[in-house]
């Protein structure tokens, strides 16, 4: 529940290399939702529908699009560290992996933030929008819910747009702010594909058809629409199918 956000990257860290070395153990213990993790005073938090937006051709507007992606960042690190500590009956390889995803996640956050302040602006200097945690909490209930509709949906749009704002930076002359982002792309495949890991393992133990169960999640959950384009090459190697994807493009707008 840290709330500085540097001490929080070093934390995650140590709880990265303790658990790699071997230092901690895991037991179960009483598990609380948790409606706001721990986070700084500042940003002010508003409807996604009332974060504005800016366009690359202004200081500006290069610090709005840093903000964003670190908010981005920030909300994942808290969010691959409550799948480990909420989901307790998993197999050890699922908290491995989400805590590494944790470090990696906070690596991103870290790029972002030097970035941010390296262009005259620090995290909190902008509103931001508290959807990716409010579908942390919506989800604390399950984890193969979670696994679906937070790594699979959320993280995977990820893929989606990353390579078009990576096109806009460059346009705009920010080559080294795209550069950054070839980081992140690159690790975001891999976490896509250990939600995606994890959710067909949880359809296998349950005896659920994960295809099936997918689309039920989507059209159950989500109250905003499904939008495309989709990226289907780094889509496909994250672990979803071509049945899948087919089952997302005949959802996309609707609502």
């Known amino acids: 529940m840290c709330c500085d956000v540097d001490e929080k990257i070093r934390q995650i860290y ?3 290399y303790g658990y790699r070395d071997g230092l901690f153990h895991r037991e179960k213990i009483p598990v609380v939702s948790v409606p706001d993790a721990g986070r700084p005073a500042k940003p002010p938090l508003v409807a996604p529908r009332d974060v504005r937006q800016r366009g690359l051709g202004s200081v500006e507007g290069l610090q709005a699009m840093l903000h964003a992606i670190a908010h981005i960042e920030f909300n994942a690190m808290n969010l691959a560290l409550d799948a480990a500590y909420r989901f ?3 197999p050890e390889d699922f908290y491995r992996d989400w805590i590494r995803v944790a470090k990696e996640e906070a690596y991103h956050f870290s790029l972002m933030l030097q970035r941010l302040r ?3 602006a620090d995290y909190g200097d902008f509103p931001a ?6 579908a942390c909490v919506e989800t604390e209930h399950d984890v193969m819910v979670r696994m ?3 790594p699979r949906v959320m993280e995977a749009r990820g893929l989606d747009v990353t390579p078009h704002i990576q096109e806009k930076l460059r346009q705009a002359g920010e080559n080294r702010t795209a550069r950054l982002l070839d980081v992140i792309y690159r690790d975001e495949h891999g976490h896509v594909a250990i939600g995606s890991h994890w959710f067909k393992y949880c359809c296998v133990q349950r005896q659920l058809d994960y ?5 039920s999640l989507l059209t159950g959950y989500l109250r905003a629409k499904i939008k495309g384009p989709f990226n289907m090459q780094a889509r496909l190697q994250a672990g979803f199918d071509d049945l899948e994807m087919a089952m997302l493009q005949s959802l996309d707008g609707q609502r």
């Not at 929008?129 to 409010?134: N, V």
């Open 14 to 16: 140590a709880i990265y």
């Open 88 to 90: 307790q009956d998993m």
């Open 118 to 120: 390296d262009v005259g």
């Open 129 to 134: 929008h508290a959807g990716l945690w409010e």
């Open 148 to 150: 679906a509709l937070v």
């Open 211 to 215: 295809r099936k169960t997918f689309e």
